[in-house]
């Protein structure tokens, strides 16, 4: 059996939960935006978030 860092892989798990929150409250956000042009810039943003979410819940996901 391999060894795991499992002080590393909480780490991870905490960032996911952190980003996870951050992605929901922006997402809240996009709701009362009135110009398209801010909603536009706040949706590329979170679509990145939700990138790096995605990657690192894989490399827990590989972890385990």
Same mark, same amino acid.
């Given at each position: 059996?391999?060894?795991? +860092?499992?002080?590393?892989?909480?780490?991870? /798990?905490?960032e996911? +939960?952190?980003?996870?929150?951050?992605i929901?409250?922006?997402k809240?956000?996009?709701?009362m935006?009135?110009s398209?042009?801010?909603?536009?810039?706040?949706?590329?943003?979170?679509?990145?978030l /939700?990138?790096?979410?995605? &990657?690192?819940? &894989?490399? /827990?996901?590989?972890?385990?």
């Amino acid at each position: 059996m391999a060894f795991r +860092d499992y002080n590393k892989l909480s780490q991870l /798990v905490d960032e996911l +939960d952190e980003q996870y929150e951050e992605i929901t409250k922006l997402k809240a956000e996009l709701k009362m935006i009135k110009s398209l042009d801010d909603y536009n810039a706040l949706a590329a943003k979170i679509n990145e978030l /939700v990138e790096e979410y995605n &990657e690192k819940r &894989e490399k /827990v996901k590989n972890a385990i």
